[in-house]
């Protein structure tokens, strides 16, 4: 199975259970979380660049493989990428490096499959 379709299934399957508890205060946050990435004064594909950014900042590397999913969903160009991720850099450190690996990596995986005419859903 590829690594995509294993993020996927993991995700769905924890969301489902974190979701179906009767936590009001998960479930707000998850609902504000989404909210964010809606389009707004910023665009989404600027905001999943802006998440993408904070990812590789926070070194969360199933965040990152959201926020590359979703920025090759919304077309975000390599050009576009690789500059989003020089500024994770320069506001991360070479500490980022690894989870700039696992970001262009991702974001590769991704454009191959989508250029195959295959889905890239989450």
Known sequence: ?????????????????????????????????????KKGVLDVKTKELLGLVASVVLRCNECVTYHVIRCVQEDVSEKEFLEALNVALVGGGSITIPHLRRAVDMFDQCRDKQEQGKPIDL
């Open 1 to 37: 199975m590829s690594v995509l379709a294993d993020f996927k299934r993991y995700r769905e399957r924890m969301n489902e259970r974190i979701l179906s508890s009767s936590n009001l205060g998960v479930k707000r946050f998850f609902a504000l979380d989404s909210q964010a990435y």
